[in-house]
Every structure is written in structure tokens, then in C-alpha cells.
């Protein structure tokens, strides 16, 4: 089992900046790739970016990339994603999830979830 537990959400101004945390406990050295999605009221859970836990590799999704960031430290089993130029169009329930075979964009991949975070952004 993998517990995760998500940080930092909160209420911003469009334009503003926000970061997330999850952090990983547990059977962590099974962690594959940890990812952050994303679900805002009345759509699907949606793939927001994924990074590897050895080699940093990462995918952003086309809504997010150039804005948003994910990042690691595996010393701490945590990983980041840092919300910049955030629109209204951001505002969801952020949430962590791993995976210990591949990486992914498809939500049904991934093992492990944390409860998520919310993120409002105002206009």
C-alpha cells in the first residue's frame, strides 16, 4: 500500500501562483511514476503532468504546459507541481496518484490516490 497525502491548495486571483505537494508513504519503493490530476465540478477527473520517480522524466498536458511545473525530491517521497498564470479554468480538486509499471495519462493506470486538494481561481 501507498498513502498519499496532497498540500498547498487554496484561493487565488487569476494570474496568480499556487503549489502543490504530495507526499508518498508507505511501500514507496514500488512508486513507477507519480502524476497530478485534476477534477473540476461536473467534468471527469483529467490528467494534468506525470514525472518518473528515477530519471525526472515528465508530460505535461496541453492545457497546463508552459504554466504549470512538476517536480521531485525523492529524499523526501514527495513530488511538487508548481501553478503559475493560473486562469479560473484551473479550478478543481487537485489529486496525487502513482503508478508501478508505466507512465500514463489515463486515470485507470494508477494504483494509489490521496483525497486531493482544492484549487479556486478567481477572475
Known amino acids: 500500500q501507498v498513502q498519499l497525502v496532497e498540500s498547498g491548495g487554496g484561493l487565488v486571483q487569476a494570474g496568480g501562483s499556487l503549489r502543490l505537494s504530495c507526499a508518498a508513504s508507505g511501500r514507496t519503493f514500488s512508486i513507477y511514476a507519480m502524476a497530478w490530476f485534476r477534477q473540476a465540478p461536473g467534468k471527469e477527473r483529467e490528467f494534468v503532468a506525470v514525472?518518473?520517480?528515477?530519471?525526472?522524466?515528465?508530460t505535461y498536458a496541453d492545457s497546463v504546459k508552459g504554466r504549470f511545473t512538476i517536480s521531485r525530491d525523492n529524499a523526501k517521497n514527495t513530488i511538487y507541481l508548481q501553478m503559475n498564470s493560473l486562469k479560473p479554468e484551473d479550478t478543481a480538486v487537485y489529486s496525487c496518484?502513482?503508478?508501478?509499471?508505466?507512465?500514463?495519462?489515463?486515470?485507470?493506470?494508477?494504483?494509489?490516490w490521496g483525497q486531493g486538494t482544492q484549487v479556486t481561481v478567481s477572475s
Open positions: 514525472i518518473t520517480r528515477t530519471g525526472g522524466s515528465t
Open positions: 496518484a502513482t503508478t508501478g509499471t508505466a507512465v500514463s495519462m489515463i486515470r485507470g493506470n494508477y494504483d494509489y
